[in-house]
């Protein structure tokens, strides 16, 4: 096994051995891409608990890739399955179906009783408006009727 180089076993362990290679120190690589120190830590597994959320690295660590010489979307790729950010496909489209949540659901039920009883008073008041007027020909007029019996 001597000569053959060991294959890394992480991102962090590919970042570092390709900067070793290339003989540079952090401080030169920050130089150079102008990425703060600490996200460079981070990258390599240094001080990982500095950085709140790994995805504001992905930027910074596909221009560290590339200027390794890297295969950065593979580098990536790998990053966001170590930091627990990829999911199987399966997952991803559970998590696409929308939030049926019992307190939507319970909006939606008020917003319909409050449309329902609003018509119910329009409509009620339509019926109302209507009966105002008075009562229809011949039941509750009484000098029609009595004029027409006086005359005959």
Do not use: C
Request: hydrophobic share 45%; aromatic share 6%.
């Amino acid at each position: 096994m001597e000569g053959q180089e060991a294959t890394p076993s992480n991102v962090a362990d590919s970042l570092r051995r390709g900067r070793e290679e290339k003989g540079l120190s952090l401080e030169e690589v920050r130089a150079t891409l102008g990425i703060p120190a600490h996200y460079l830590e981070a990258m390599e597994g240094r001080a990982s608990a500095l950085i709140a959320d790994e995805l504001y690295l992905v930027p910074f660590l596909r221009r560290y890739a590339e200027f390794l010489d890297l295969d950065a979307p593979m580098v990536v790729s790998r990053f966001l399955v170590e930091a627990g950010r990829s999911e199987p496909a399966k997952a991803k489209a559970r998590r696409a179906t929308p939030d049926r949540s019992p307190v939507w659901i319970a909006v939606a039920v008020l917003a319909l009783l409050v449309i329902v009883a609003i018509v119910w008073v329009l409509l009620s008041g339509r019926h109302a408006d209507a009966g105002d007027g008075g009562a229809p020909a011949g039941i509750g007029s009484t000098s029609s009727h009595v004029g027409a019996a006086v005359d005959a």
